[in-house]
Nanobody, 125 residues
Framework: QVHLVESGGGLVQAGGSLRLSCAAS????????MGWFRQAPGKEREFVAA????????YYADSVKGRFTISRDSAKNTVYLQMNSLKPEDTAVYYC??????????????????WGQGTQVTVSS
């Protein structure tokens, strides 16, 4: 079992930055590829970014490419999402997730086995 806890969300003006963190429990953090997803009001949850088990491969949705950066610190059992140049359309609840069967990383929601509770990001115009 993996327990994931997100933090770092909040209210920011357009053009600003936030860094989300996702702390994972257990010693097996290094066995999991990790990802970030988001869900805006009235919309389905969508992929944002993913990182492989090793950290050597990363993947991004086109809508965030060049603005967001995913990274992981195995010593701290934490994955991060650095979000720059934020836009109002980035407003959503952001979730981190762990994938146990896809060490190279995956962009597909159903491939993830464990999910955090989410953290709210609101970008004002």
């Amino acid at each position: 079992q993996v327990h994931l806890v997100e933090s770092g969300g909040g209210l920011v003006q357009a053009g600003g930055s936030l860094r989300l963190s996702c702390a994972a429990s257990g010693r097996t953090f290094t066995r999991y590829a990790m990802g970030w997803f988001r869900q805006a009001p009235g919309k389905e949850r969508e992929f944002v970014a993913a990182i492989s088990l090793s950290g050597g491969s990363t993947y991004y949705a086109d809508s965030v490419k060049g603005r967001f950066t995913i990274s992981r610190d195995s010593a701290k059992n934490t994955v991060y999402l650095q979000m720059n140049s934020l836009k109002p359309e980035d407003t959503a609840v952001y979730y981190c997730a762990a994938a146990t069967r896809y060490p190279r990383g995956t962009t597909t929601e159903r491939d993830y086995d464990y999910w955090g509770q989410g953290t709210q990001v609101t970008v004002s115009s």
